[in-house]
């Protein structure tokens, strides 16, 4: 088996352990270019080996999205929702309709998926171990005769990034996964992004489990001009720091007590990363995922769950979401347990090629679920005001 191969099968294991459906599995393959045959192949063969069981404590979910009451994270928030509601009561109008299929491509044919905010729920009745939302069906929805609405689109705001994608920006409510070497710019990127949107009115949160709130302040004010204190003043930026071992023990001792068979009262367990923001946000970045599955390295089935929640709980923003990722500096390998860029909603990747005795930075989108968008390496650099992309030239050849 060769190695690409081998960790899409892992990567589908893992899935599987997660409770990610048949459906939702084999489209993430599809999505990061894996022909649909060997998709289903490959599922077939990571099923199988949970047929003669994995022993690792959890249910194997295989087919469709489970009916009938939720107990997933979000499930006793969108129990209520659902259970003697009507399809116009969903979110008092507040209701999404995604412009593709859940995990399908944006020129897809196929049922469209609702998505709706849950800002005002309470989250205390949350289960941590199942994470399937099941969303009506657009049959449904044109039955109740609800209004479609698509997703707002926001512009990414650095440089001419939102010329590569057709929509011109990012669709509320996705989280990207940006992945890329040590010294890329990924961090410059994500706070050029909440910094300009902060100047047009957009509120942005940038929550770090790496470099402290000091010394980004310092380093950026001094590197590009960016007063974030300033924009922090004006409740329109916050960076928040999150020692992440703290979530890693939090995980571990819900894990600890499930495999013992007690079952935790959450109102009395606060999960991290659901805490109260400052404001509601329309854009939120993490940095980084590195650092998470660092302080997870003994648990990597606690960090796989955990995945699943963090990604809900952006979701359940309505926001634009970045999530960094650290990899090689020409990376064949786009996270580190190759789970996070099939739940991500998309994928950016930013690459430092060395040509001869250069290296020039290049960046790509190599998924996207929500548009049409470039589909080659797009050369950038990082100067006096942060990243700048050069959107009709071309990277370096060897010729």
């Known amino acids: 088996m060769d190695k690409k191969r081998e960790r899409l099968l892992d990567a589908a294991k893992k899935l599987l352990s997660s409770q990610t459906s048949e459906d939702e599995i084999i489209h993430s393959l599809t999505d990061v270019g894996v022909k649909l045959q060997e998709a289903q192949d490959i599922f077939s063969e990571a099923k199988g080996s ?85 969303k009506p069906p657009l049959q449904l929805v044109q039955a109740a005769g609800m209004k479609q609405v698509f997703r707002e689109i926001l512009p990414v705001r650095v440089s001419d990034f939102d010329k590569l994608i057709d929509r011109g920006g990012l669709k509320r409510g996705d989280t990207i996964l940006l992945s890329g070497g040590c010294g890329t710019g990924k961090t410059t990127f994500s706070m050029q992004s909440l910094y300009n949107g902060a100047l047009h009115g957009e509120k942005g949160v940038y929550i770090t489990l790496e470099e402290r709130p000091e010394k980004m302040r310092e380093n950026l004010i001094q590197n590009y001009g960016w007063d974030l204190e300033k924009m922090e003043a004006e409740q329109k930026l916050a960076i928040i720091k999150i020692d992440p071992l703290t979530i890693a023990r939090a995980v571990e001792a819900t894990l600890t007590k499930e495999r013992g068979g007690l079952y935790i009262e959450l109102d009395k367990f606060e999960l991290p990363f659901q805490f109260n923001l400052p404001f509601k946000p329309d854009r939120v970045v993490v940095d980084s995922l590195s650092a998470l599955s660092i302080a997870f390295m003994e648990n990597e089935q606690g960090y796989r769950q955990y995945l699943r929640h963090l990604f809900e709980t952006l979701e359940s923003y309505n926001s634009v979401n970045i999530v960094l990722g650290e990899t090689e500096q020409e990376p064949g390998i786009y996270s580190r347990s190759g789970i996070e860029e099939f739940l991500a909603d998309g994928v950016i990747v930013f690459y430092n090629v060395k040509i001869h005795n250069l290296r020039q930075r290049a ?23 942060g990243v700048e992309i050069f959107v009709n030239q071309e990277i370096f050849s060897e010729n």
């Not at 005002?120 to 994470?131: A, G, I, K, V």
């Not at 989108?365 to 100067?383: D, M, Q």
């Open 363 to 385: 960046l790509e989108i190599l998924k996207l679920r929500s548009s049409k968008h470039v589909r080659k390496l797009t050369p950038y650099n990082i100067g006096p005001h």
């Open 50 to 134: 949970f047929g003669k069981g994995s022993g690792s404590g959890f249910g194997v979910f295989v087919g469709k999205k489970k009916q009938g009451k939720r107990k997933g994270l979000f499930g006793g928030l969108f129990a209520k929702k659902q259970e003697g509601t009507r399809l116009d009561d969903l979110d008092k109008g507040i209701a999404d309709f995604s412009g593709a299929s859940l995990h399908g491509s944006a020129g897809e044919e196929g049922a469209r998926t609702v998505h709706h905010s849950v800002e005002n729920d309470s989250l205390e009745s949350l289960n941590f171990f199942e994470t399937t939302v099941q």
